[in-house]
C-alpha cells in the first residue's frame, strides 16, 4: 500500500524566528557552551532586528535569562549579544540562586 505524502509548506514569517533561533543556538555552542540555549525570537520591526534571550539551560530545567542577541531581520546576521565572558558570571550568580532546582532537574533527567 502506498504511503501518501504531505508536502509541509511554510511562508518565510513562520521560518525566520526558527532560522535565527538556530543561527544563536549555534553560535552559543561554538563559542559559549552547552549551558546556553536561544529563547524565543522577538521582532522589532521599526529597527529590522530579532531580539533574543539568552538562556541558561540545563536538562529538564531553563534556569534563567543570562543574556540576549540582536540578529538583523534582513540578512540574518549577529549584531551583537551579551559578552561571553558576561554570560558565564550570569550564568555563575544563576547556578549559586537556583542551586536546588538545577540538582533536583539533573536528578530527574537520570531517572528517565
Known amino acids: 500500500m502506498a504511503q501518501a505524502k504531505t508536502a509541509l ?11 535565527v533561533r538556530a543561527r544563536i543556538n549555534r ?3 561554538s563559542q559559549a557552551g552547552s549551558y546556553f540555549s536561544a529563547g524565543e525570537p ?15 539551560v540545563t536538562p ?10 540582536v540578529v538583523s531581520q534582513p540578512t540574518q546576521e549577529l549584531i551583537s549579544h551579551t559578552p561571553i565572558e558576561q554570560l558565564h558570571t550570569t ?7 537556583h542551586h536546588a532546582e538545577i540538582e533536583a532537574a539533573f536528578l530527574r533527567a537520570r531517572k528517565a
Request: proline residues 4%; without cysteine.
Open 9 to 19: 509548506t511554510f511562508d518565510d514569517a513562520t521560518l525566520a524566528p526558527v532560522r
Open 91 to 97: 550564568a555563575a550568580e544563576l547556578r549559586r540562586l
Open 60 to 69: 529538564g530545567l531553563i534556569v534563567g535569562e543570562a543574556g540576549q542577541a
Open 27 to 29: 553560535f552559543l555552542f
Open 42 to 56: 522577538i521582532l522589532d520591526a521599526s529597527k529590522a532586528e530579532w531580539v533574543i534571550p539568552i538562556l541558561m
